[in-house]
C-alpha cells in the first residue's frame, strides 16, 4: 500500500491475555520502529529494525513486550500477559533507513486493557 | 542526555493569527536532525519537516516556516494566517547520528484555532 498499515485499529482485551498488533510498512522503507503514546508519558520509542541487522530494544519496557520482523517487512508486536498499564496507542513507522530520514507513520492501534 | 522540550502545552488562537510553536533541544552531539510532525484529530502523525545539524537556513513553505538557531539549540515553528485545519498536536522531534532513526519526542503542544 501507499502508506504504514496498522492492524487492528482498536482491540480490547482482558488483563492477562496475549496481544499481537502487526504492522505493514511502506514497500522498500528498510527501517522500521514502533512507539507508544500514552497520556502521561507522550511518545515513547519501543524498538527498531534496520535491515538485516540486530534490533534495537532499548526503549521495550518489559520482557512481556517482543516483535518480530519477519522477511524484512511485516512487524508484530507482541504483549504477554497485558496489564492496564499497556492501555495506549501504539504506532508504527517505516523509512527509507538513511541516516536521520524521516519516518512515516500508521494510524495506531490503540489497546484498551480491562 | 538528550532532551526535547515543548513548554508550551496548549495554545488557542483566533483564525488568521499568527502563531509560534516552540521547540528546544538539549544534546551534546555536534551532529544530529531536528523535525516537526503534526497529529491531527484522527491520530496519525505526519511529518512537516526535517533539518540537520549543519544547516542553520531558515525554511518556509506556504504559511509554514521553521527557525532553527543552535546558539540557543531551538527549533521553532510558525504558522502564518492559522486556520482551523492546523487544529491539531504539533511535536518536535530529534533524532542523533550514531542512534539509527530513533526519534526523541517533545510532549508536544496542542494548538486549537477558533474560527
Known amino acids: 500500500g501507499a502508506g504504514v498499515s496498522q492492524s487492528p485499529s482498536n482491540k480490547v482485551t482482558e488483563k492477562g491475555k496475549d496481544v499481537e498488533l502487526r504492522c505493514d510498512p511502506i514497500?522498500?522503507?528498510?527501517?522500521l520502529y514502533w512507539y507508544r503514546q500514552s497520556l502521561g508519558q507522550g511518545l515513547e520509542f519501543l524498538i527498531y529494525f534496520q535491515g538485516n541487522s540486530a534490533p534495537d530494544k532499548s526503549g521495550l519496557p518489559s520482557d512481556r513486550f517482543s516483535a518480530e520482523r519477519t522477511g524484512g517487512s511485516v512487524s508484530t508486536l507482541t504483549i504477554q500477559r497485558t496489564q492496564q498499564e499497556d492501555s495506549a496507542v501504539y504506532l508504527c513507522a517505516s523509512s527509507g533507513g538513511g541516516r536521520g530520514t524521516e519516518a512515516f507513520f500508521g494510524q495506531g492501534t490503540r489497546l484498551t486493557v480491562v | 542526555a538528550q532532551k526535547v522540550t515543548q513548554a508550551q502545552t496548549e495554545i488557542s488562537v483566533v483564525e488568521k493569527e499568527d502563531v509560534t510553536l516552540d521547540c528546544v533541544y538539549e544534546t551534546r552531539d555536534t551532529t544530529y536532525y531536528l523535525f516537526w510532525y503534526k497529529q491531527p484529530p484522527s491520530g496519525e502523525l505526519v511529518f512537516l519537516i526535517r533539518r540537520n545539524s549543519f544547516d542553520e537556513q531558515n525554511e518556509i513553505s506556504g504559511r509554514y516556516s521553521w527557525n532553527f538557531q543552535k546558539s540557543t539549540s531551538s527549533f521553532n515553528f510558525t504558522i502564518t494566517a492559522s486556520q482551523v485545519v492546523d487544529s491539531a498536536v504539533y511535536f518536535c522531534?530529534?533524532?542523533?547520528?550514531?542512534?539509527?532513526?530513533?526519534?526523541?519526542f517533545g510532549q508536544g503542544t496542542e494548538l486549537s484555532v477558533k474560527p
Open positions: 514497500s522498500g522503507h528498510t527501517a
Open positions: 522531534a530529534l533524532i542523533l547520528y550514531n542512534q539509527g532513526g530513533k526519534l526523541i
